[in-house]
């Protein structure tokens, strides 16, 4: 096989032919840096650089091999082809293989004889990994050259504005540092609250598409308050475009969802797609309640955010940026201040306790009444005057307010999750009988006389 040009330098073809047929290696917008491959994962989450091995399993040829990472493959019978084939019955420039997000894309370059996959003529399709393909006398097999990649934890506690120390984070931030320089589409999976649209603008902003816009669409939202599908299809422009619960779209917008991923493996398109979903959608297309063939175009990378109840160690370091974020400056937390924190259940996730935190340190004055509608909200928070919103507390002050909040959060909960029984909460806080009662007659909640 020929060496690929590096990016951004002109191919030249001795024979008007290839350019005629559209072969354009060098600048292709899918195509990523040289011998890099396609990035994607494997079922068990695991880092691979795609590869195809394209072997000739019958005809003149029979056992030759070529090897696909990047870029395109030619085959035909010119010597300029990267697979020479001495089959007659071959084009010149008779076929054009490239990798993409959704398999392996196989073009006919106007061949008088044809491709075939089985007694099918192809023109242009996109095929999975071990389909045969045929042309004039010559049969090729698409076989798997993929090459695991290591990923060690990051050392880095942030990706963005994203945080986290545990494990689990820093795995996903290794992820994200491998997968946010190439253009493969990402798919963001976890439950709501776990961050993962700001992970979206993070991957867009370590991206080649970082000086570009970043559109976006919302399957929650209405139909009449977001974008349609055929509108960001015909965009000429380069852009990230974040696909927001893709779980949540219809059947019919997973048709168009579709067309618009091909429109971005055929080269038409100039965008990075980034997905978020709270289900596994693999699964769902396994099971026929999401449409099986986007699958490979969406998942192509998946990484699942986990969600806070698995990461409780990175609730410190949470709390002490939100407050940073909220009072301007660094709050003298001990260590201990976090105990109650760490015992709670968030279904909320980070979002939730981002909401705690703003709820312990609200000023006196109510909030701004927003509007409902989402997009309304967003351009009343933008116009609410400054001397509306609420103004944060000293930075001692508010260190003192949240421990207190602390507390009394976890003394509701408890309470609440075992029916006001004392014994039961006293087993749950450590305390005896009449702490307990103090307690609970401390923070308004229903006890016993004693």
Same mark, same amino acid.
Do not use: W
């Given at each position: 096989?020929?060496?690929?040009?590096?990016?951004?330098?002109?191919?030249?073809?001795?024979?008007?032919?290839?350019?005629?047929?559209?072969?354009?290696?060098?600048? $292709?917008?899918?195509?990523?840096?040289?011998?890099?491959?396609?990035?994607?994962?494997?079922?068990?989450?695991?880092?691979?650089?795609?590869?195809?091995? =394209?072997?000739?399993?019958?005809?003149?040829?029979?056992?030759?091999?070529? *090897?696909?990472?990047?870029?395109?493959?030619?085959?035909?019978?010119?010597?300029?082809?990267?697979?020479?084939?001495?089959?007659?019955?071959?084009?010149?420039?008779?076929?054009?293989?490239?990798?993409?997000?959704?398999?392996?894309?196989?073009?006919? %370059?106007?061949?008088?004889?044809?491709?075939?996959?089985?007694?099918?003529?192809?023109?242009?399709?996109?095929?999975?990994?071990?389909?045969?393909?045929? *042309?004039?006398?010559?049969?090729?097999?698409?076989?798997?050259?993929?090459?695991? =990649?290591?990923?060690?934890?990051?050392?880095?506690?942030?990706?963005?504005?994203?945080?986290?120390?545990?494990?689990?984070?820093?795995?996903?931030?290794?992820?994200?540092?491998?997968?946010?320089?190439?253009?493969?589409?990402?798919?963001?999976?976890?439950?709501?609250?776990?961050?993962?649209?700001?992970?979206?603008? !993070? =991957?867009? !902003?370590?991206?080649?598409?970082?000086?570009?816009?970043?559109?976006?669409?919302?399957?929650?939202?209405?139909?009449?308050?977001?974008?349609?599908?055929?509108?960001?299809?015909?965009?000429?422009?380069?852009?990230?475009?974040?696909?927001?619960?893709?779980?949540?779209?219809?059947?019919?917008?997973?048709?168009?969802?579709?067309?618009?991923?091909?429109?971005?493996?055929?080269?038409?398109?100039? !965008?990075?797609?980034?997905?978020?979903?709270?289900?596994?959608?693999?699964?769902?297309?396994?099971?026929?309640?999401?449409?099986?063939?986007?699958?490979?175009?969406?998942?192509?990378?998946?990484?699942?955010?986990?969600?806070?109840?698995?990461?409780?160690?990175?609730?410190?370091?949470?709390?002490?940026?939100?407050?940073?974020?909220?009072?301007?400056?660094?709050?003298?937390?001990?260590?201990?201040?976090?105990?109650?924190?760490?015992?709670?259940?968030?279904?909320?996730?980070?979002?939730?306790?981002?909401?705690?935190?703003?709820?312990?340190?609200?000023?006196?004055?109510?909030?701004?009444?927003?509007?409902?509608?989402?997009?309304?909200?967003?351009?009343?928070?933008?116009?609410?005057?400054?001397?509306?919103?609420?103004?944060?507390?000293?930075?001692?002050?508010?260190?003192?307010?949240?421990?207190?909040?602390?507390?009394?959060?976890?003394?509701?909960?408890?309470?609440?999750?075992? $029916?006001?029984?004392?014994?039961?909460?006293?087993?749950?806080?450590? %305390?005896?009988?009449?702490? =307990?009662?103090?307690?609970?007659?401390?923070?308004?909640?229903?006890?016993?006389?004693?």
């Amino acid at each position: 096989m020929k060496v690929i040009p590096q990016e951004g330098t002109e191919l030249l073809d001795p024979d008007p032919q290839v350019k005629a047929a559209g072969r354009v290696r060098a600048t $292709n917008p899918l195509r990523f840096a040289p011998l890099t491959g396609i990035l994607m994962t494997d079922a068990s989450g695991g880092l691979l650089v795609r590869r195809v091995r =394209v072997r000739v399993t019958s005809g003149p040829d029979r056992g030759r091999e070529a *090897l696909l990472e990047a870029g395109t493959l030619l085959v035909g019978t010119h010597s300029d082809n990267d697979l020479i084939l001495r089959d007659p019955q071959v084009g010149k420039y008779h076929l054009e293989i490239a990798l993409v997000a959704g398999g392996i894309r196989v073009r006919d %370059l106007g061949s008088d004889s044809g491709t075939f996959v089985g007694s099918v003529k192809v023109q242009q399709s996109v095929l999975p990994m071990g389909t045969e393909v045929s *042309l004039g006398r010559s049969t090729l097999q698409l076989l798997s050259g993929d090459i695991p =990649v290591p990923v060690t934890p990051s050392e880095r506690t942030s990706f963005g504005p994203v945080l986290g120390q545990s494990l689990s984070m820093r795995t996903v931030f290794a992820l994200l540092e491998r997968v946010a320089p190439s253009d493969a589409p990402v798919l963001l999976e976890g439950e709501s609250g776990t961050g993962r649209s700001l992970i979206a603008r !993070a =991957v867009h !902003a370590s991206s080649r598409f970082a000086a570009s816009p970043m559109a976006s669409i919302d399957f929650r939202l209405p139909s009449h308050e977001r974008p349609t599908l055929s509108s960001l299809a015909q965009r000429t422009d380069t852009f990230t475009l974040l696909v927001d619960r893709i779980d949540k779209a219809t059947p019919a917008e997973q048709t168009a969802l579709l067309a618009l991923y091909e429109r971005r493996e055929e080269g038409v398109l100039d !965008a990075r797609i980034i997905a978020t979903s709270n289900i596994d959608i693999r699964r769902e297309g396994a099971e026929g309640r999401f449409r099986k063939e986007l699958v490979p175009h969406a998942a192509a990378v998946r990484i699942v955010v986990p969600p806070l109840r698995a990461r409780a160690e990175d609730i410190p370091l949470l709390v002490r940026q939100f407050a940073r974020e909220v009072c301007g400056a660094e709050l003298d937390f001990e260590n201990h201040d976090f105990d109650r924190l760490l015992a709670r259940d968030y279904p909320g996730n980070v979002r939730e306790l981002r909401q705690l935190l703003g709820k312990a340190l609200q000023v006196d004055a109510p909030p701004l009444q927003l509007p409902k509608s989402g997009l309304a909200r967003a351009r009343a928070a933008l116009v609410m005057p400054l001397n509306a919103r609420p103004k944060p507390p000293p930075p001692a002050v508010a260190r003192d307010r949240l421990v207190e909040f602390f507390e009394r959060d976890h003394v509701e909960q408890t309470h609440k999750r075992l $029916n006001g029984n004392i014994a039961e909460i006293g087993r749950a806080l450590g %305390l005896p009988r009449r702490e =307990v009662i103090k307690t609970l007659k401390r923070f308004s909640l229903a006890c016993p006389d004693r």
